[in-house]
């Protein structure tokens, strides 16, 4: 008898412990901007010329992912999103000298040429969020995301997010997220081995969640 009530409340605990996660698929549209050093070229070539000759661009972001919601119905609440993102980038590496045009000073025009490159990355991450909800079907969220890029080098980042959600409905969810990644990510993206190119990834993802069970 002991052991059919145990596994009785065993029973009741794990239903009513299933009761308070939701889960559902997350698709997402991203804007991503990569944060570059901005200080100007001081004209020292021959030491600066590398650290100074790349400038990348990341074209818009589509992502996909799942969503673990923890304690869905109680004022504070926890998400666990697993996520991959497909993004292109539009980077040039610039190549800087000395012209022969003479500047009216007794020195010399400084001058530069360019290749441009695109490349394909692949960002998978686990990022979670601990979120505040207020009114009606508002919530403010704060959290960490980290992140492996597998292309076009295995890369590791760990951004941290902050994020403003509206549940629309029972089974429809929008939200906005920005992300910074602290970490040096494009220093490790290396074009025909060619070095000097760094910055940090950032970006800024509108995204539809649908929960499948509530």
Known sequence: MKKILFFLACMLLSNAAMAQVEHG??????????????????????????????QNWVRPQITVGYRFRFLPREK????????????WTNSHHYNYYLGFIPDGNGGYLAGSDHTGFHEFLLPISISASWNWQFGKGFHLGAGLAPTLYVS??????????????????????????YQYG?????????????AGRRGHLSDLMFSVYVPFHL
């Open 25 to 54: 698929a997350l698709v997402g549209g991203n804007a991503v901007f990569p944060i570059q050093d901005g200080r100007k070229f001081s004209g020292d070539w021959e030491t600066e010329q590398a650290k100074y000759s790349f």
């Open 76 to 87: 504070f609440f926890y998400d666990l999103d697993i996520r991959a993102g497909f993004q």
């Open 152 to 177: 076009p080098n295995p890369v590791f980042d760990l951004g941290v997010l902050a994020k403003f959600g509206y549940r629309v409905c029972k089974h429809l969810e929008l939200g906005l997220t």
């Open 182 to 194: 602290c970490l040096n990510t494009l220093k490790h993206f290396e074009n025909d081995g060619k």
